[in-house]
């Protein structure tokens, strides 16, 4: 059975630090490593310690403001752009199909340009405007949910994009 006594760290892993400056016989002899004069050589100097040069951590401006980690970022669609594709029924399927948004983003509509026909309107999100030039042109809006429902956003990024 082993005892306290007969414990001791395996071969080879407490290695005993290296003396240097022990005279000009061996390897760490006369400067010991430092190099020849300067200050450097005498004593130490801190990090960053520019020789009384204003640091680079102080000649940098400080970090402004801060990256909203629930943003919502939505993919816009004016009336102008819904008028010339020439459809009645409009989902955010559907203008991905023709390329005007990115698949699954979330969209919006925006009030840029005249409606002349009547069209369905279904999208995450719409400006007063837009809501108003669809329904007067006859058309019909529809809000979709947003896909994390009725509360703020899932949070984007980590502790250090977010600062």
């Not at 629930?70 to 752009?81: A, I, S, W």
């Not at 006859?138 to 977010?162: H, Y």
């Amino acid at each position: 059975m082993m005892k306290i006594h007969d414990l001791q760290p395996p071969e080879g892993s407490n290695r005993r630090s290296k003396r240097v400056a022990r005279g000009i016989g061996g390897k760490g002899g006369k400067t010991a490593g430092r190099g020849s004069k300067g200050q450097r050589a005498r004593n130490t100097v801190r990090v960053g310690f520019e020789g009384g040069q204003n640091p680079l951590h102080l000649r940098l401006p400080k970090l402004r403001g801060f990256n909203n980690p629930f943003r919502v970022e939505y993919q816009v669609v004016n009336l102008d752009t819904i008028s010339e594709t020439g459809m009645t029924e409009v989902t955010p399927d559907s203008l991905y199909e023709m390329g005007l948004v990115r698949k699954n983003s979330l969209v919006k509509i925006l009030g840029r340009g005249e409606l002349s026909t009547k069209v369905d309107v279904s999208a995450h999100a719409f400006s007063k405007s837009a809501e108003e030039s669809i329904t007067s042109a006859g058309g019909s809006v529809t809000i979709l949910p947003k896909p994390w429902g009725d509360g703020r956003p899932p949070a984007k990024g980590n502790a250090l994009t977010n600062r």
